[in-house]
């Protein structure tokens, strides 16, 4: 149905249109922030990508789906023919709505839950209502986070450390715990790493750590399970255009206009563009025998590991 679909939309009239190039507008909003009020607005439709059903029948859990990254994520699992739970917090609400109508606009099923991964039981409560309604799991992407920059290490508090981990690792683990409860032979764990977990960021010392760590689990949890037919990859992406930036209370408005501007193709990535890559190492037609990797999606820039 979806690679129909495919065929219906229109073709790009160019295709070799350029990506949105700062300086962008000057903006700021307060967390966790609304796709629906960035400008220029975040492209995720990917109209150029042709589906072949490479997820026909699967059944994926997506945490912050509503926008940004997890939201081309979840257009393009739909597309590839999964149906969805997509997470996210309550004032997200607007921006998941979204996600869903253009889910369902694909053939789909995309059902919504609001809530904070923050919480253990919702990570749990989150895994088995996708089974008790699909059935069953067989793509968990854990994508939510947190950040805000820092003009020093003394900035960062007690409070702010624990909700940077809380968000980015612990449902991270917690998610996964509960997904492995389910999850059978040919089934995939993707999380959401970053360029910071690789190079460091002067200013993120708490998310560029919990990149870190998101990077080495999973590594080891690809060693843990890869005997059952469960693969474990991440995906490292460089500067996005999402509202986690603008959003980001140490981030000024000036700065948000030049987001991006400093890797070799001077301009962040469309969420649209890292969308495949999650494809990809869901896909068992694609990535059958990657397992432990960091996919790592920079710009231009190159890194070892």
Known sequence: MSTKLDERKPRPTNPQQPEPTPPFPKQHQDKPGLESQLQPAPRFHAEEYRAAGKLTGKIALITGGDSGIGRAVAVLFAREGADLVVAHLQSEASD??????????????????????????????????TVKTFGKLDILVSNAAHQNRKKSLDEVTDEEFDETFKTNVYAYFRLARAALRHMKAGSSIIATSSVTGFFGSKGLPDYSATKGAINAFTKTLAQEVVDKGIRVNAVAPGPVWTPLNAADAGTPPDKVAKHGSDVPMGRPAQPEELAPAYVFLASN?????????????FGGETASG
């Open 96 to 129: 998941a709505e979204e996600t869903k109508r253009v889910v369902q606009s694909h053939g789909r099923k995309c059902v919504l839950v609001a809530g904070d991964v923050k919480d253990p039981s919702f990570c749990d409560e989150l895994v088995e209502s």
């Open 285 to 297: 037609a694609d990535s059958s025998y990657i397992t432990g990797t960091v996919l790592q999606v």
